[in-house]
């Protein structure tokens, strides 16, 4: 398989008031990705992008493209992570 490039598989974050309590209530972020990625493909592009692992992904296409919503595992936080990439 060919290395992927984290960039091409997850394109921005989402953020609403909803994705920020889940920020931190439940350590998830949720980015819009390609819509032609994986719950496997988007696992690894997070895990490379932001030095991180992940406990689980869940997906859902809505009219605005494929929403990745991603929980960490316990050792990362969330929050950190969003303030590296610039939602806080």
């Known amino acids: 398989m060919l290395p992927i490039d984290p960039y091409e598989i997850i394109l921005h974050p989402y953020v609403t008031e ?8 439940n350590n998830t972020l949720e980015f819009i990705v ?3 990625a994986n719950k496997h493909q988007i696992k690894e592009a997070v895990e490379k ?3 991180v692992k992940v ?5 859902k296409i809505t009219k605005r ?3 990745a919503i991603v929980k960490l595992k316990p050792e990362y936080s969330a ?3 969003g303030m590296r990439i610039g939602i806080f």
């Open 18 to 25: 909803k994705t920020l309590e889940a920020i931190e209530k």
């Open 55 to 59: 406990e689980s992904v869940n997906t």
């Open 65 to 67: 493209g494929k929403h």
């Open 79 to 81: 929050e950190e992570v």
């Open 34 to 36: 390609n819509i032609k």
């Open 49 to 51: 992008a932001f030095n």
